[in-house]
Nanobody, 123 residues
Framework: QVQLVESGGGLVQAGGSLRLSCAASGRTFSMYSMGWFRQAPGKEREFVAAISQSGGSTVYADSVKGRFTISRVNAKNTVYLQMNSLKPEDTAVYYC????????????????WGQGTQVTVSS
């Protein structure tokens, strides 16, 4: 069982930056690949970024590539999402998720989910 708690969301102007954090419970954090997803009002949840267990591999959605960076510190049981050059279309609830398996962008592969943190980007 893994419990995930996101933080760091908020209101920011277009062009600004935010860093999201996701803290995980338990002693097996390093055995999970981790992902960030987001869901805007009226839209389906979409993949944002994922990172392998060691942090050596990452994958990004095309819409955030070059602007967002996913990272993790296994000693702190935490995964981060650094978001730069934010756009109004990045407005959404952001969720982190844990997958007992290889890095993937497929939401159905993730077993554990956090409660989400709201990110709002004003124009």
């Amino acid at each position: 069982q893994v419990q995930l708690v996101e933080s760091g969301g908020g209101l920011v102007q277009a062009g600004g930056s935010l860093r999201l954090s996701c803290a995980a419970s338990g002693r097996t954090f390093s055995m999970y690949s981790m992902g960030w997803f987001r869901q805007a009002p009226g839209k389906e949840r979409e993949f944002v970024a994922a990172i392998s267990q060691s942090g050596g591999s990452t994958v990004y959605a095309d819409s955030v590539k070059g602007r967002f960076t996913i990272s993790r510190v296994n000693a702190k049981n935490t995964v981060y999402l650094q978001m730069n050059s934010l756009k109004p279309e990045d407005t959404a609830v952001y969720y982190c998720a844990a997958n007992w398996g290889l890095i993937t962008s497929t939401s159905g592969e993730y077993k554990y989910w956090g409660q989400g943190t709201q990110v709002t980007v004003s124009s």
